[in-house]
């Protein structure tokens, strides 16, 4: 069995290395290049210093086959990527101004109206080794060169640039001839925790097994991922991902590229409704990822963002003696806000949700955390509230009330329920 080509990903900026900023090129690098059939072997992050970025490049190249560098390649003085590929294949020799780069850069400015600054000419600076790698959407053209025996890229740091480029030069180059065939599925699930999920998979997440299915967990979302390789992967990949998620429903809502929010307006279409929404502590994220999601105006109506109590009474209908009695973040509340967003909004089917997301706020009875969430199934007639405690800060807590009230009303088109591993009786 050949022995597949080992890569390296090295990411360049201090934002980077302080963290401002997140390194999401080098996640979407080492996926793509694993799937293409390379070995990654070790991802790389150094400050914008032109001895470190040299250095690094030096030893990556030195035990890879392939090099994918991103970022240090503006026209500003701390954009070093250059000059230090300069150094390594060149030995600092004077670069040369390239004729199509330098082309590309006066069009880009010319289709904005914008006049170029001089500054901006360093970008079409090259190693005289190395060669441009042509950039569509933006200023910063890529370099490729070879430092010894390793295929090295350069590419720059945002993803709106970069991913393009190396999915059109980068990728075909560096996939090595006759890597075996391989798909990836993917199944996203809500309020399932990652332990739970992986004992009701079972023997199908066994080593050594293909499919070869895996779990992940970002933004309260558990994933299964499934890859198969070689003849026929599709098809296979296609069928353990279905049958994964007949497993883990009914948490499992969407594949890769769906979302919460995707998924809701599908049943709200299917079941010929229209969503309405009434928020307090989430202030609009139930209405903004609905929103987000492009044509969702056929099955969102709209919503409130009753933060105050005088809103929730005024606005929604919530009786003064239901918020005296109860307060803001109770059952009542929150039924008694779904009803009245349903029926302002003649929808037929809305979702509220009233809690105390921090850092203050919280009492022995009702610490941080907690969250009431309400439905109203105008079509039936009933309306459920649950109650949950979510753990973290107040984005997180935030976040995940606002995608579990989307999946509690994705459970009520469908006919579904479950408990969810921060609900609190």
């Known amino acids: 069995m050949n022995t597949p080509p080992r890569a390296a990903i090295l990411s360049v900026g201090d934002e980077l290395v302080l ?11 080492s996926a793509a290049l694993r799937d293409a059939g390379l070995e990654v072997v070790e991802h790389r992050t150094v400050r914008d210093e032109l001895g470190a970025i040299e250095s690094a490049m030096r030893e990556l190249a030195a035990r890879s086959d392939v090099l994918v560098s991103t970022g240090g390649l503006g026209p500003t003085d701390d954009d070093l990527t250059r000059p230090a590929l300069n150094a390594i294949v060149d ?17 880009w400015f010319a289709g904005r ?12 600076m090259r190693p005289r080794s190395a060669r441009i790698v042509r950039n569509p959407g933006g200023t910063a053209p890529g370099l490729h060169a070879s430092i010894g025996a390793c295929s090295a890229w350069f590419l720059p740091g945002p993803p709106r640039e970069m991913v393009p480029m ?18 990836k599925r993917t ?28 779990t992940t967990a970002s933004g309260s979302v558990v994933s299964i991922q499934v890859v198969a390789r070689g003849p026929g992967a599709g098809a296979r990949a296609e069928a353990e991902a279905a049958a994964c998620a007949a497993v883990a429903q009914p948490w499992a809502f969407a594949g890769e590229g769906g979302s919460l929010a995707g998924s809701v307006l599908e049943e709200c279409r299917a079941a010929a409704v229209m969503l309405a929404v009434a928020e307090s502590c989430t202030g609009g994220m139930v209405g903004g990822m609905l929103t987000a999601v492009a044509g969702s105006s056929d099955a969102f109506a709209g919503g409130w ?27 009542e509340t929150v039924e008694a806000m779904a009803r009245g967003a349903a029926e302002r909004a003649h929808a037929g089917i809305a979702v509220s949700i ?30 459920a509230a649950r109650r949950f405690e979510f753990p973290g800060g107040r984005e997180i807590v935030r976040d995940r009330a606002a995608k579990a ?21």
């Open 305 to 331: 963002i009753s933060y105050s109590n005088e809103l929730k009474e005024r606005e929604l209908g919530v009786p003064r003696g239901t918020l005296e009695a109860y307060g803001a973040v109770s059952r």
């Open 166 to 183: 190396f999915e059109s030069d980068v990728l075909p180059a560096v996939r090595p001839a006759g890597a075996p065939m391989l798909a």
């Open 91 to 107: 030995g600092g020799a004077p670069m040369v101004e390239d004729p199509v780069a330098r082309a590309d850069l006066e069009s």
């Open 113 to 124: 109206g914008r006049p170029m600054a001089s500054i901006n000419l360093r970008q079409a």
């Open 405 to 425: 009230a989307l999946q509690l009303v994705r459970w009520a088109l469908r006919g579904e329920d479950a408990a969810m591993i921060w609900e609190r009786a």
């Open 19 to 29: 963290g401002t900023a997140l390194d999401t090129n080098s996640r979407t690098l």
């Open 354 to 383: 009233s809690g105390i997301a921090g850092p203050g706020g919280g009492s022995d009875s009702k610490p941080v955390g907690t969250v009431w969430i309400g439905v109203h199934d105008a079509r039936r007639g009933r309306t």
């Open 187 to 214: 199944v996203q699930c809500f309020g399932i925790g990652e332990s739970a999920l992986a004992e009701l998979l079972g023997e199908r997440m066994a080593r050594g097994r293909d499919p070869e299915v895996g």
